[in-house]
């Protein structure tokens, strides 16, 4: 027989669906993809610990802020299974996405910054172009805009300074 965990109540999975704002398919699909994990109930139903409402919704804004589910899988296998996460633990997990949110801020303010001049892309369809990347010499350094994607006017052949 299932019991409730005094600080980790069981939950019917309507009633995370509720609490969630998700679809009960798409706590099932979760479930399916071994991100959260449920109990059966003598009657066969599926319980959720009450603390599988922070996963979920920790899911969710991570979708909402590009990761790939192996990514998101990746942060929560860092958290405890079958206890309630403490704030540490959640701590340690932020630490981590923190690192990571601002790494990509860091690129698309530079994306941002960047939009407005040559990206070595090989249109050379503006002034700053031709000078930033003459007769399209960027595409010696790879494929796609070059200058967005790491390399500059300083990383052309034969440029020394």
Not at 92 to 118: M, N, P, T, W
Request: net charge positive.
């Amino acid at each position: 027989m299932l019991r409730s965990r005094k600080n980790d109540p069981l939950l019917a999975i309507g009633a995370v669906s509720d609490r969630t704002g998700l679809a009960v398919s798409a706590i099932r699909f979760y479930e399916s993809k071994g991100l959260v994990e449920s109990e059966r109930a003598e009657s066969g139903h599926r319980r959720f610990r009450k603390s599988v409402i922070r996963r979920l919704s920790f899911i969710l804004i991570s979708q909402r802020l590009g990761y790939s589910l192996d990514e998101i899988r990746d942060q929560l296998e860092r958290l405890p299974n079958g206890r309630t996460p403490t704030e540490k633990d959640w701590n340690k997990l932020a630490v981590g996405f923190s690192s990571d949110i601002e790494q990509r801020i860091a690129g698309l303010q530079q994306l941002q910054e960047s939009l407005a001049g040559c990206i070595g892309c090989g249109c050379l369809s503006m002034k700053k172009c031709h000078l930033w990347n003459p007769d399209d010499a960027a595409a010696d350094l790879g494929d796609g805009p070059r200058y967005l994607l790491g390399n500059s006017a300083k990383d052309l052949p034969g440029k020394t300074s």
